[in-house]
């Protein structure tokens, strides 16, 4: 992995949708019509990324990476089919080889750390984005605050589902608690370790599928957010 973006292939039943993967980092994932064009996305987002790897201790490795990779050829490790949500979307939607095979601790906790700076990532930019957001051409699209509880209901459901982990008895449009949510997450991790320890998959997700399509969904919607965000406007 040293030196060198390791890219996985998605592609669509009907060849719609192709979805590049960087399998070992959690959350770098972008779709696009094409592979090739799926890879330029997931390039253009390697500053982007590069937020994440610093929170998580990692910035000075994925720089070194980002750097070779624009000016090199991806390595494809994998090519693999995805369903018909991944020609839907333009997203992940399933298992390659990479993400059924066994993690050790070490690597275990390495996608967890990245997970939690992904986690990271999305509160500073939610505390730091108007409430309001950039509508659609037809005035579409969510504001902060229903982004904010949108990803945290999908993770809950996901942690019920997938970890059988209780969700907290809050009202739907009552936001967790900083303690709430800090506590929420605490057990995501602590469930997904006591499950690698029994060599156990999250109900029908290999672990690694799920840390990294949670790391993608929480950092699509903090990008989105970035994206939309009418702070400067106001100024």
Same mark, same amino acid.
């Given at each position: 992995?040293?030196?060198?973006?390791? !890219?996985?292939?998605? +592609?669509?039943?009907?060849?719609?949708?192709?979805?590049?993967?960087?399998?070992?980092?959690?959350?770098?994932?972008?779709?696009?019509?094409?592979?090739?064009?799926?890879?330029?996305?997931?390039?253009?987002?390697?500053?982007?990324?590069?937020?994440?790897?610093?929170?998580?201790?990692?910035?000075?490795?994925?720089?070194?990476?980002?750097?070779?990779?624009?000016?090199?050829?991806?390595?494809?490790?994998?090519?693999?089919?995805?369903?018909?949500?991944?020609?839907?979307?333009?997203?992940?939607?399933?298992?390659?080889?990479?993400?059924?095979?066994?993690?050790?601790?070490?690597? %275990?906790?390495?996608?967890?750390?990245?997970?939690?700076?992904?986690?990271?990532?999305?509160?500073?930019?939610?505390?730091?984005?108007?409430?309001?957001?950039?509508?659609?051409?037809?005035?579409?699209?969510?504001?902060?605050?229903? +982004?904010?509880?949108? !990803?945290?209901?999908?993770?809950?459901?996901?942690?019920?589902?997938?970890?059988?982990?209780?969700?907290?008895?809050?009202?739907?449009?009552?936001? %967790?608690?900083?303690?709430?949510?800090?506590?929420?997450?605490?057990?995501?991790?602590?469930? +997904?370790?006591?499950?690698?320890?029994?060599?156990?998959?999250?109900?029908?997700?290999?672990?690694?599928? %799920?840390?990294?399509?949670?790391?993608?969904?929480?950092?699509?919607?903090?990008?989105?957010?970035?994206?939309?965000?009418?702070?400067?406007?106001?100024?």
């Amino acid at each position: 992995m040293a030196g060198e973006l390791r !890219v996985m292939l998605e +592609i669509g039943p009907k060849g719609k949708k192709v979805v590049a993967v960087a399998p070992d980092w959690p959350g770098l994932e972008r779709g696009a019509k094409t592979g090739e064009a799926a890879i330029a996305r997931l390039h253009a987002y390697l500053p982007r990324y590069a937020s994440v790897a610093t929170l998580a201790g990692m910035g000075a490795e994925f720089a070194a990476i980002a750097t070779d990779a624009t000016d090199a050829t991806p390595a494809v490790v994998e090519q693999y089919p995805g369903t018909g949500s991944t020609d839907f979307w333009g997203i992940s939607f399933a298992f390659s080889r990479s993400d059924r095979q066994a993690l050790s601790r070490a690597e %275990l906790e390495r996608e967890l750390t990245l997970l939690q700076a992904s986690w990271a990532f999305f509160d500073a930019v939610r505390a730091r984005v108007s409430a309001d957001l950039r509508k659609g051409p037809r005035g579409g699209g969510r504001d902060r605050d229903r +982004i904010v509880r949108h !990803v945290l209901s999908t993770e809950q459901e996901w942690a019920a589902t997938k970890l059988g982990l209780r969700p907290p008895a809050t009202p739907d449009d009552a936001p %967790l608690t900083d303690a709430g949510l800090s506590a929420h997450r605490d057990a995501y991790r602590t469930t +997904i370790r006591a499950f690698h320890a029994q060599g156990k998959p999250a109900r029908t997700w290999p672990l690694r599928y %799920l840390i990294r399509h949670t790391a993608y969904h929480t950092l699509d919607h903090a990008w989105e957010m970035e994206d939309k965000d009418l702070t400067a406007n106001r100024a």
